[in-house]
DNA sequence: CCCTGATTCGC
DNA sequence: GCGAATCAGG
């Protein structure tokens, strides 16, 4: 493959709307995250906004440089693109991470969990007001999980237990878990809760 | 280990 | 110019 005029545009476009190198490569087709980075530094388009090493920085940022007199012109799009790209993830919580191997690994288990009554119950964060748009996910993530026994779960498979610890039915997704959380996509939706609106206690 | 971009350097 | 190998960091 080669770098035709086509696919550095397309190399400039999603660089420029934040993608990652292995993104775009994958994108492209034929050439690997090293020869986009290559190419992108080539093309002296590099640094889209302050730290870019680290798997960290890929929104956009607000251009705070004094913009000497060697700038290329910003990215005057006539065609309205409308490209709705709000952060995916509005950071989650402090959470206490590795509840490692035990019969219970879930902070948050999705259906009922049978609480030893007795004790005042802990502070658990929001169990209910997940958006249903999460839950609809989950649902249809459940279909595809892997089905994966307490064993089989590794350092990247989705920790979330799916039935009844007591039965049979009962298994961990399984799916390949999002980086540095304990879940996958779509439980991470319904696990890490950004802040609810505090419903006051009105009574 | 997964991922990210940055650099180097032989081709 | 190209990009694999390597480096550096999260």
Not at 7 to 33: C, D, P, Y
Not at 56 to 63: D, G, H, Q, R, V
Not at 153 to 164: A, F
Request: hydrophobic fraction near 35%; include cysteine; charge should be positive.
């Amino acid at each position: 493959m080669s770098w035709t005029d086509e696919r550095v545009e397309l190399l400039k476009k999603m660089w420029g709307e934040g993608q990652s190198a292995s993104q775009i490569a994958k994108e492209l087709g034929g050439v690997t995250r090293n020869a986009v980075i290559g190419k992108v530094h080539r093309l002296g388009l590099s640094n889209r906004a302050g730290t870019a090493a680290g798997g960290a920085a890929a929104a956009p940022k607000a251009e705070a440089k004094p913009a000497p007199a060697a700038e290329p012109a910003p990215k005057p799009q006539p065609k309205a693109e409308a490209k709705p790209k709000p952060a995916p993830e509005p950071k989650a919580e402090p959470e206490p991470e590795k509840p490692k191997a035990e019969v219970r690994p879930a902070p948050l288990p999705p259906r009922k969990q049978i609480i030893p009554a007795g004790q005042p119950l802990p502070p658990q964060p929001s169990a209910n007001e997940i958006s249903p748009e999460a839950l609809a996910k989950v649902n249809e993530v459940e279909k595809k999980a892997k089905k994966l026994t307490l064993m089989e779960l590794t350092e990247r498979t989705c920790k979330w237990p799916v039935g009844d610890p007591a039965t049979d039915d009962f298994w961990f997704c399984g799916l390949p878990v999002q980086q540095g959380k304990p879940y996958c996509e779509a439980h991470v939706g319904v696990a890490f809760q950004p802040m609810s609106a505090r419903r006051d206690r009105r009574r």
